[in-house]
């Protein structure tokens, strides 16, 4: 009876902290893709929608595979600690996957920061270095 109660609270805990992780970096993560996306609003929010999707879609798939594997517990302190193990995996993925996106998210930034910069112009003069002075 312990692993069906330890199932369920895996379970419960897994989903609520993908959901709450997911609604986190989408309210949040919107304004960083419209700066992104050139101030494009409905580009940044049709990508911020399709990773929401792929956020859920991996993550609550690792967390339907992860119910399997792990010792059977037999008692109330195994299965805190079966529990304890699966949803730090799970917090430990949404971590990685949250980080990761930010990576790829300032690399796309950076390359339109520079795509948008002015080309330099010309300069109106120029110094004479010290040294080329004294040589001659």
Do not use: C
């Not at 339907?64 to 594997?69: D, F, I, P, S, T």
Request: proline share 4%.
């Amino acid at each position: 009876m312990y692993t069906v109660y330890a199932h369920l609270a895996y379970l419960s805990l897994s989903v609520a902290a993908t959901a709450w992780v997911a609604r986190t970096l989408s309210r949040n993560g919107r304004v960083f893709l419209a700066d992104t996306f050139g101030h494009n609003e409905a580009l940044a929010d049709a990508v911020n929608n399709l990773l929401v999707v792929g956020f859920y879609l991996i993550n609550v798939g690792y967390v339907a595979l992860a119910l399997k594997y792990g010792p059977r517990p037999n008692d109330m302190a195994e299965s805190i600690e079966a529990m304890s193990t699966k949803v730090g995996l799970v917090l430990l993925v949404l971590g990685a996957m949250h980080f990761f996106n930010l990576y790829v998210f300032a690399r796309m930034r950076r390359k339109a920061l520079l795509r948008n910069q002015k080309p330099p112009v010309m300069p109106e003069q120029f110094v004479t270095p010290v040294g080329a002075l004294a040589a001659e």
